[in-house]
């Protein structure tokens, strides 16, 4: 593999359907880091992922994951990347050492040992069939297989989706220990943001089809705020200062995506500290300005 | 770099369809056994005493043909594999995902489809000659012909149905398609006879005879192409699967 940067470099992605447009997005995922890619349902989360791997045909844009085409370089790609999807593609039939035996033959990098590992790890029973998992269990076992044929880069489309708190949790303690490999890189798209807040260290913001933020977790985090006042004090509030604001029966509340500037310029309003999924919640009633 | 092994893909069409290849080989044991039995009691045993020799012959067709359906089976085994790939649409996106590519995809199931197949002709040769034994009858080639033929049409059915699934995404609608085919098969096949058969009432002992009398035409005439016929028709599977494969979501 050649030296990269970022492990995926999206440029002016577009694709349209039928009253639904992906919108000349771009955003990078840096090498070595975990990129939460967030949106509500239906927008435009697994398009993008899928037009990544190429399952999908992009009308324009350009697309570079681990510093080749994606689609000049499909093949050789595809040997360091590992797709995780909300449900298992293996047939329920099958068990874990079945998957074992397929994925060896699919990738050259398979590790049996790691991926014993993994099963040990995850208490996952050999011979039991798929039929018989619970979800936490199928995810566990499309990760075990996912992280066992050294793939630098982990896709991730929606795959926490549905899983109770102590496996999300253990899920992402395992990414955490793949990302001590600075080589490795992880792009998770969730609309569990708390999940994001805990583990990303960038962030994508997608809504309708457009992108709306793109950035270090961390500095999007600190630059937003939540501005807290009274209906009258909202008044003195000027429309283009916050993305949007709640109003309700006990005051307002609104998003300012410059809390700096807005400390300076209400100098006497409450502006708290936010996260990912306030900031989720503000941006996509954006349109409406004011909601309750 | 090397690429994902035809082995693992043959591996996984093998875990496919393992439940279901259990189901047939107990299926055509029944299949075989049953229609044996019945043609020995035929000749030696209790039927014999009970059912007047020339009544005994319209059945004796059917009867002969059933171990021939049994072996004949095995050539869609592959299309159960099929209808397992469209239930969990998953499969494809992860597929893609990862190196295999359309053509080593489509390969692997035309060499299964071939594995059937082969299954289906070894099968169906001596059950023709196990069953003139029972009717105390010998292989002729049309016997052997009638075999080849009714594997022949397995197969192409298999394809069909196969094909017509992952094209439109649907096992109902790929079922459709392949009655629709089917349908069309026998009409097209029926149609030379019609004329003569429509002329007799229901029934007819003649009806039987002129049947007969075409289908023996038609092996003799058709039989020898069915080397042939199979060859196009495995060709023709893996254009069809690798044209599917390909295509990407627009």
Not at chain 2, 217 to 246: H, R, S
Request: aromatic content about 10%; some cysteine; charged content about 20%.
């Amino acid at each position: 593999m050649n030296d990269y940067t970022n492990a995926i470099e999206i440029s002016g992605l577009t694709k349209k359907y039928d009253g639904f447009t992906l919108d000349n997005v771009s955003f990078n995922v840096p090498k070595g880091s975990i990129m939460g890619f967030i949106g509500q349902n239906g927008a435009g989360k697994t398009t993008t992922i899928r037009t990544l791997l190429n399952i999908t045909k992009c009308d324009a844009g350009s697309i570079k994951l681990l510093g080749l085409d994606h689609i000049q370089n499909e093949y050789e790609i595809k040997e360091h990347i590992a797709a995780v999807f909300d449900e298992i593609p293996f047939h329920e039939s099958f068990n874990a050492i079945q998957v074992g035996k397929m994925f060896r033959g699919l990738y050259s990098g398979w590790d049996e040992q790691k991926y014993s590992e993994y099963l040990d790890r995850f208490s996952l029973p050999r011979k039991k069939k798929i039929a018989k998992f619970s979800k936490g269990m199928k995810m566990k076992l499309q990760i075990s297989a996912a992280l066992s044929h050294g793939a630098r880069l982990l896709i991730m489309d929606e795959a926490t989706t549905g899983l109770d708190p102590v496996v999300r949790n253990e899920i992402l303690d395992i990414f955490r220990e793949y990302l001590q490999d600075e080589e490795n890189s992880i792009l998770m798209s969730s609309h569990i943001t708390s999940d994001l807040d805990k583990i990303a260290d960038c962030v994508t913001f997608i809504d309708k089809g457009k992108l709306l933020l793109t950035g270090y977790k961390d500095e999007i985090l600190e630059s937003h705020g939540l501005l807290k006042c009274s209906k009258d004090d909202f008044k003195e509030i000027a429309s283009e200062d916050y993305i949007s604001a709640r109003v309700t029966d006990f005051g307002v509340e609104a998003m300012v995506s410059d809390r700096a500037k807005a400390k300076q310029k209400y100098s006497g309003a409450l502006i708290e500290k936010t996260n990912l999924e306030e900031i989720m919640l503000f941006y996509v009633n954006r349109e409406k300005k004011e909601w309750s | 770099m090397k690429k994902p092994s035809f082995a693992a893909l043959l591996y996984r069409e093998l875990l496919l369809i393992k439940k279901l290849l259990l189901a047939y080989g107990i299926g055509s044991l029944i299949f075989i056994l049953f229609p044996v039995l019945i043609l020995l009691s035929f000749r030696f045993g209790n039927l014999k005493l009970i059912i007047p020799e020339d009544a005994i012959s319209g059945s004796m067709t059917i009867i002969k043909l059933m171990p021939i359906m049994a072996a004949g089976m095995f050539a869609m085994l592959p299309s159960d594999a099929a209808s397992k790939d469209i239930a969990k649409p998953i499969w494809d996106y992860f597929r893609r995902s990862t190196q295999v590519s359309a053509a080593r995809l489509a390969l692997a199931k035309t060499v299964m489809n071939i594995i059937g197949l082969t299954v289906s002709l070894i099968i169906s040769i001596p059950l023709t000659y196990i069953i003139a034994y029972a009717a105390g009858t010998t292989v002729t080639g049309n016997d052997i012909g009638l075999s080849l033929l009714f594997v022949t049409f397995m197969e192409f059915m298999s394809v069909v149905f196969g094909a017509a699934m992952y094209y439109f995404k649907s096992v109902d609608k790929g079922g459709l398609f392949m009655s629709g085919i089917t349908a069309a098969c026998v009409v097209g096949f029926m149609t030379p006879t019609m004329g003569e058969l429509t002329k007799l009432p229901p029934n007819h002992p003649q009806r039987d005879v002129i049947m007969e009398a075409y289908l023996n035409d038609v092996i003799t005439n058709v039989a020898p192409f069915t080397p042939l016929m199979l060859i196009g028709v495995i060709l023709i599977q893996f254009a069809l699967l690798l044209f599917i494969f390909k295509r990407r979501e627009k």
